[in-house]
């Protein structure tokens, strides 16, 4: 029996850094790449959510941080990182605070680090997603065992 893969997209202006992402984590991920934040927000609309989203900071037009803020106002159980080759620390904090990211990667990315960080990321989003249905199972067999004894009393 085979596991379900994660969905994890990662978001990056340069060419060569979505290639290399992909080729390095596509046996254990479904990986999806977008050039830009628009491209990844259009992206994301076509196909629903992720249990990841992965971004560079510094792109033309909308930057990292501000579009995994839209990701977490749009899918906020999507985990969210960022990638940066600077280390500013207002970058940084804003982009805890703004973006609520999970992590923060300093390029170049260690592939061992990225990848456990990676998997741990996507394992904290399947637990949640399990989590979530066990609530809404529970909460449906509460209704049921309620509308059961309103009606015995009846």
Known sequence: ?????????YVDDEEIN?????????DDFEIFTAASGDEALALLGREGEMALVVSDQR???????????????AYPETIRMI?????????LIEAINK???????????KEEQLRLSI??????????????AFVEQGRKQMAERMRRLEGDRE
Not at 59 to 68: D, Q, R
Not at 83 to 91: K, P, Q
């Open 18 to 26: 979505l290639i290399n992402f992909r080729e390095t984590l596509c």
């Open 119 to 132: 998997g741990n990321a996507v394992g904290t989003y399947a637990l949640g997603q399990e989590i979530k």
């Open 59 to 73: 792109m033309p037009g909308m930057s990292g941080i501000e579009l995994l803020a839209r990701v977490r106002e």
């Open 1 to 9: 029996m085979s596991k379900k893969k994660g969905r994890v997209l």
């Open 83 to 91: 990638i940066s080759a600077y280390t500013e620390v207002h970058e």
């Open 99 to 109: 973006a609520g990211v999970y992590r923060y990667f300093v390029k170049p990315w």
